[in-house]
């Protein structure tokens, strides 16, 4: 087998980038304005380990069972950095040289997955499963000394060492058994939502309250009101960059617009909301939960 795509530079460079990132997310933390450094650490590695999936070639449309796989796979990192930097409600902002280093490593990131696989195709191994093994192995084995072992797969929460499956929210499942491959605009938008919450974009009763419209609205016996409900408030609280992906996982268009994912970073940034209709939300939600305390 020949083995230069183990000395490839820029592999060894994502791998020395990884390490200091690892090292740099150890121990507890005191100071407040870490807190943004360490998220923005964490989005690196996991586009790090995403690049190097795909140089294993363990991202290949061979391996993806179905289309709500394949959008759950989608590289969002520079997305989600445009995000945190955007932001300004946020009460710990992602500081300029954090967000710069995180630029150049996402840069490197992208350059890498532009280029081939470099991991050679082995005739020794025919079967799938065991050709898939023998790519994991390999996957593992170029940070096999490393603080943090590389992640086998998209979303995975690394000090837990657990995957978020976001194919088994009960939203994307339900709506999965009955609308195929239509759901996968549905499981992408549910799985930046709940991320959103992760990046401190939204709080958690906006997610829950998007995702319980989304339900309501994809179920097999969904009423049209149901649909219109969710139609308006999505239309409302989202960017209008989203609002094609919220059409789409709501059945009412086909292919969805990702451009905003796709071009994040060669344009000016978006949080992916209105946050002015955020902020009414949590407003609301206050004021409802100052009501409901009075009366109890």
């Known amino acids: 087998m020949d ?11 994502l791998l020395s980038t990884r390490q200091r990132l690892a090292q740099s997310v150890r121990g507890l933390r005191t100071e407040i304005a870490e807190v943004s450094r360490v998220r923005a650490s964490f989005l690196c590695i996991d586009a790090i380990d995403s690049t190097l999936r795909h140089v294993c070639g363990l991202d290949t449309e061979h391996y993806r ?4 796989s394949t959008a759950l796979e989608t590289p969002c990192h520079r997305y989600w950095l445009e995000q945190m930097n955007t932001n300004t409600q946020n009460s710990v902002p992602l500081h300029p040289e954090t967000y710069a280093d995180a630029v150049v ?16 195709h082995s005739t020794a191994l025919a079967s799938a499963l065991g050709y898939k ?23 995975l929460m690394y000090k837990k060492r657990a995957r978020v499956d976001y194919s088994r929210h009960p939203v994307v499942a339900a709506a999965a058994e009955h609308m195929g491959d ?24 906006l997610c829950t309250h998007i995702l319980t419209l989304l339900e309501k609205a994809t179920a097999p016996d969904a009423a049209e ?16 960059q989203l609002h094609s992906l919220a059409a789409s996982a709501l059945g009412a268009a086909d292919k969805p617009d990702l451009s905003f994912i796709s071009a994040a970073g060669s344009c000016k940034g978006i949080t992916g909301y209105n946050m002015q209709e955020v902020s009414s939300f949590c407003l609301e939600q206050a004021l409802k939960l100052g009501g409901e305390n009075r009366v109890g």
């Open 3 to 13: 083995s230069s795509w183990l000395i490839d530079d820029a592999v060894l460079s």
């Open 65 to 68: 069972p179905d289309s709500v």
């Open 105 to 120: 490593i996402l840069q490197a990131c992208a350059a890498s997955r532009a280029a081939r696989p470099l991991l050679p």
């Open 133 to 155: 093994i023998w790519q994991s192995m390999h996957l593992q084995g170029l940070a096999a000394t490393q603080d943090l072992p590389v992640d086998p797969c998209a979303h």
């Open 182 to 205: 239509g759901a996968s605009p549905l499981a992408l938008l549910a799985m930046l939502v709940s991320t959103d919450v992760e990046h401190r974009i939204i709080p958690p009763k």
């Open 225 to 240: 009101p149901a649909r219109q409900e969710a139609s308006t408030f999505l239309m409302r609280v989202l960017d209008p």
